[in-house]
Structures are given as structure tokens and as C-alpha cells.
């Protein structure tokens, strides 16, 4: 991966700290040097397959756990579903080689919270970990393309699935969640406490049939919810 300066735009809040697990050394030491570039960015472990990422999550409690796809023993889209299920989930992105829309599909009902593919320019990978390290979400470009597209196709045939059935505040919350922001800095946006953000949440997804953030997001997207320049 090649190398790309940052810009210092992070508060001084404690680093995102990050795990990375592919069970490529070269990936590994590529990643992590994209990753070092961001002094609000730490790497605090490396796992070379599923079982260990699991393992070491435990023991070092980052904030995001960066999995590849495919890895021996126990497979990235194995460990993400493992880690949504902890007690103290983590954000889970998906940095792979692979991007078809099975793995997508699979990943994301698996919990995963973002997905990157490794030929993505680097930035990419930044924002991704800022954004799942802040509670949000994030999707490659062109992954982010491709699961508008099945979307749609997907209400097309169940017209049922409507922003009408939201209330105004639930409408607010969801535009908050289509610029990727937490549940922390929605709640500030709108005056709310966090806990009462967090049931808008839930309430959206449900009324939405949208299986997680990201699915919510592109549907604030889709609505025009979100101003030009923020999606």
C-alpha cells in the first residue's frame, strides 16, 4: 500500500486503538505504516487468523479490529460475527482483497460495521477506522456503490419499506446517521441525551427493516437526508 501523509484533525481525545488481523506479514507492516501516519491512530495488536484476532480482542479491548476476508483456521467473516457477539463488542471493518457482494452481504449481517477493499486508496483506510472508531459506519466507495444498487433493486420489489413511517425526530436521527456520525455526536446535534438517541436508533432500523448502520445510512442518502458535500 503506498504511503500518504494525514492531516491532523483529531481532537485530543485518547487514540482509536486498532487490532489488525490478515495473515499476510507484508499486508500486516503495510497497514499498520498507513495506519502510523495518524497520530490519533494506534495499532495495539496483529493477528494472523480468526482465532487469534478473537483472542487478542479480548485481552486488549481496541476500538476496531481491521479482518481479512479470507484466513486459515477461523475466517474473517467468522470472527467479525464472534466479536458483534461479545459482551463488549468492538467496531469491525473488512479489509479485503475480495469484494464481491456475497461477502458484503455476509459481513454486514455479520455485525461488521465498515468494509474496505485492500486497493483502496489509503485515505480511505483512515476514514474508515476514524469513523467505526467514533460509533459510526463506513463502506468503500465502490462497495458502498454496489450495495445502493442491490438496495434499491431490493425495494423495488418490497415498496413497503418507506421513510414515511418515521417520525420528524426519527428523520433527524437518521440524517445523523447518513453523515456517519455516533450516537454521541448526534445526541449533541440534537440536544437529546445519548440513551434516548440510541432507542431512535433501534426504532429506525426496525421501522426501516435495515439491518445496521449502514444500511440506515444509505437510506438517508437515498432520501436526500443528507446535505451535498456530507455524504
Not at 456517519?180 to 438517541?197: K, M, P
Amino acid at each position: 500500500m503506498e504511503d500518504t501523509a494525514v492531516e491532523d484533525t483529531a481532537s485530543d481525545s485518547r487514540p482509536v486503538r486498532v487490532l489488525i488481523a490478515d495473515d499476510e506479514a507484508m499486508i500486516r507492516a503495510g497497514v499498520r505504516a498507513i495506519l502510523a501516519r495518524d497520530p490519533h491512530v494506534e495499532v495495539v495488536a496483529e493477528a494472523v487468523d480468526g482465532h487469534e484476532a478473537v483472542a487478542l480482542a479480548r485481552r486488549y479491548r481496541p476500538d476496531v479490529v481491521l479482518l481479512d476476508i479470507q484466513m486459515p483456521g477461523l475466517d474473517g467473516l467468522a470472527a467479525a460475527a464472534r466479536l458483534h457477539k461479545e459482551s463488549a463488542p468492538v467496531g469491525v471493518i473488512m479489509l479485503t482483497t475480495f469484494g464481491q457482494d456475497d461477502y458484503v452481504t455476509r459481513a454486514l449481517e455479520g455485525g461488521a460495521d465498515g468494509f474496505l477493499l485492500k486497493a483502496d486508496d489509503p485515505r480511505e483506510l483512515l476514514n474508515g477506522v476514524r469513523a467505526v472508531g467514533a460509533g459510526g459506519a463506513y463502506l468503500s466507495p465502490r462497495v458502498a456503490a454496489r450495495v445502493i444498487a442491490g438496495l434499491r433493486a431490493h425495494r423495488a420489489a418490497h415498496p413497503h419499506r418507506s421513510l414515511e413511517r418515521l417520525t420528524e425526530r426519527e428523520r433527524d436521527v437518521l440524517a445523523g446517521l447518513g453523515t456517519g456520525l455516533s450516537n454521541a455526536e448526534i445526541a449533541s446535534r440534537l440536544h437529546l441525551v445519548e440513551g434516548t438517541v440510541k432507542a431512535h436508533v433501534s426504532a429506525v432500523l426496525a421501522k426501516l427493516g435495515a439491518r445496521n448502520r449502514v444500511e440506515a445510512a444509505i437510506s438517508a442518502y437515498e432520501a436526500g437526508l443528507v446535505p451535498p458535500g456530507r455524504r
